[in-house]
């Protein structure tokens, strides 16, 4: 058998994590390189040095397609979004050329804006990568999960809107440096404490006030020390749910969900507490869509 030599290099740079991907002619991902080194770790701009180490001695000739926070005003070079509804082409359009000190040329991708009826702005940087490899020329309403979770409604394969839930930051916010925190004693699961949290958080309407549930129930005895985290994680995952139900009206078919185990798992058992059907999308969305924009692109075959 044949083993066919590198195409590209795929770079999915988030806030708080880095991924790279050797990625062979055929689609197929030969090595893999992954570290804690998001964006907001990096300091002093110095985005050259941290990509050189993870990425050493992978062929300095191959194309880099690289998406995510990396390429927005905190990243590494600042790419101007594509206004939706955007799809491939769109993205392919919009890359922007980069050649490091190294001699490396890298396409960065850019993210997409939407401005929502009442005028405010939103924006994804990645996800619009992930969609493209999950739905090809498709439709769905998406959701995918992070420390910024996005709820997206995609049509014949173009992101025509979306809404951005900060349901990650703000759990590590209230658990880290918050009094609710004061009481928990372990880590976030999907047990007991997560099912009466995502309840409470689909029948609340109070959100500000439903949060200091998280330590009231532990102050009584209700929930335990052990289960407080998983209780606010559900709370805020209902209460995400809630909001992006009534912009987003998933249907008989329900959404696709992309995003690693991790952060999966307990969303999808939420979702089956709401009553909303879901299926996960590739694990590889995000190396599927950075080949199929280079290709657009012209910069890979």
């Given at each position: 058998?044949t ?32 570290s ?18 993870q ?18 005003r905190?990243?590494w ?6 206004v ?6 769109e ?15 890298i ?24 969609i ?5 020329a ?23 809107r ?38 409470a958080?689909?029948?609340g309407?109070?959100?500000?006030h ?37 912009r987003f009206?998933p ?6 969900m ?33 080949a199929?924009?280079g290709?657009?692109a012209?910069?890979?075959?």
């Open positions: 058998m083993i066919m030599s590198p195409a590209f290099i795929a770079l999915d740079w988030g806030t708080t994590s880095f991924r790279a991907y050797l990625v062979g002619a055929d689609g197929a991902v030969r090595d893999t390189r992954a804690a080194d998001g964006i907001l770790s990096v300091t002093d701009g110095a985005f050259e040095p941290v990509f050189e180490r990425v050493a001695g992978w062929d300095v000739g191959l194309p880099v397609l690289a998406s995510g926070m990396i390429t927005s905190q990243g070079r600042e790419v101007p979004y594509a939706a509804p955007a799809g491939l082409a993205l392919a359009a919009g890359v922007t050329r980069f050649v490091t000190g190294g001699g490396r040329t396409l960065f991708v850019p993210g997409v804006s939407y401005r929502a009826e009442n005028g405010v702005p939103d924006v994804i940087r990645g996800e619009e990568t992930q493209v490899g999950a739905l090809g498709g439709g769905a309403v998406v959701v995918t999960r992070g420390t910024h979770c996005k709820w997206l409604a995609v049509e014949a394969g173009r992101i025509t979306f809404a951005t839930f900060m349901t990650g930051e703000m759990f590590a916010v209230l658990k880290g440096h918050s009094i609710l925190g004061r009481l928990m004693t372990g880590e976030a699961a999907t047990g007991p404490g997560f099912a009466r949290g995502v309840e958080g689909l029948a309407r109070a959100l500000l439903d949060l200091f549930s998280a330590r009231t129930l532990g102050l009584f005895g209700d929930v335990a020390g052990h289960d407080l985290a998983s209780y606010l994680s559900g709370l805020l995952i209902g209460a995400e749910i809630v909001g992006a139900r009534e009206l249907g008989a078919d329900g959404v696709t992309i995003g690693g185990a991790a952060l999966a798992e307990p969303f999808g058992k939420a979702l089956d507490i709401a009553g909303i059907a879901w299926r996960s999308g590739p694990a590889d969305a995000a190396v599927r869509g950075l199929m924009i290709r657009q012209g910069v890979i075959a």
